[in-house]
């Protein structure tokens, strides 16, 4: 059996693909603009994780040690304020 065999079902399918394409075609132009952004958004995470990646590997190990030093500084002191 097929749809053909139940025409108010069929009469009731093909209204709903009808209103369904309507929906999606009107919708298309913000899916696309979405979809353009949604590309952007990934570009610019890309591009920021490689930044944070440069800049992880300029400042560490490097700062961890020199902050720990000045941690260490500051508690010798009883932790009084130390400016140059």
């Known amino acids: 059996m097929s749809l053909l065999d139940y025409p108010e079902i069929k009469k009731e399918f093909d209204k709903l693909m009808a209103e369904k394409e309507k ?5 298309k132009p913000l899916r696309d603009e979405y979809d353009k952004v949604r ?9 920021t994780r490689e930044l944070a990646a440069k800049i992880h590997e300029i400042e560490r190990p490097r ?22």
């Open 39 to 47: 590309k952007k958004m990934g570009t610019f995470q890309d591009q």
């Open 23 to 27: 929906i999606v075609a009107k919708a």
């Open 63 to 84: 700062l961890a040690e020199i902050d720990e030093r000045l941690s260490a500084l500051a508690r010798a002191t009883g932790g009084k304020a130390m400016n140059s």
